[in-house]
């Protein structure tokens, strides 16, 4: 099993910035990508970007691309989401989440096998 817990979200406003963090426990070698979802109130969670084992490949969604970096360090068992410019429609609970493969995993968001239980993002205009 993995447990993971996300920190530092809160409330900015638009155009600022806000670095969202990851903790992993457990075993983690089955579920060795890492990644980040949001969901908006009324909405269906949503894909924001992932990365591979190594931390070399990272990928994100088009909505955030060039704004957000998501980045890990296998030593700490730990992944960041830089955000940068945030946007009103940034507005989320965002949830971590680990799988088997970084490339796929907007795809695999309904069989994931670990989550976090979130942090809430507030991006005020």
């Known amino acids: 099993q993995v447990m993971l817990v996300e920190s530092g979200g809160g409330l900015v406003q638009a155009g600022g910035s806000l670095r969202l963090s990851c903790a992993a426990s457990?075993?983690?070698?089955?579920?060795?990508?890492m990644g980040w979802f949001r969901q908006a109130p009324g909405k269906e969670r949503e894909f924001v970007a992932s990365?591979?084992?190594?931390?070399?490949?990272?990928y994100y969604s088009d909505s955030v691309r060039g704004r957000f970096t998501i980045s890990r360090d296998n030593a700490k068992n730990t992944v960041a989401l830089q955000m940068n410019n945030l946007e009103p429609d940034d507005t989320a609970v965002y949830y971590c989440?680990?799988?088997?493969?970084?490339?796929?995993?907007?795809?695999?968001?309904?069989?994931?096998?670990?989550w976090g239980k979130g942090t809430l993002v507030t991006v005020s205009s």
């Open positions: 989440a680990a799988g088997p493969s970084a490339q796929s995993m907007g795809r695999e968001k309904n069989i994931l096998p670990y």
């Open positions: 457990g075993r983690t070698a089955s579920s060795s990508a």
């Open positions: 990365i591979t084992r190594s931390g070399s490949t990272p």
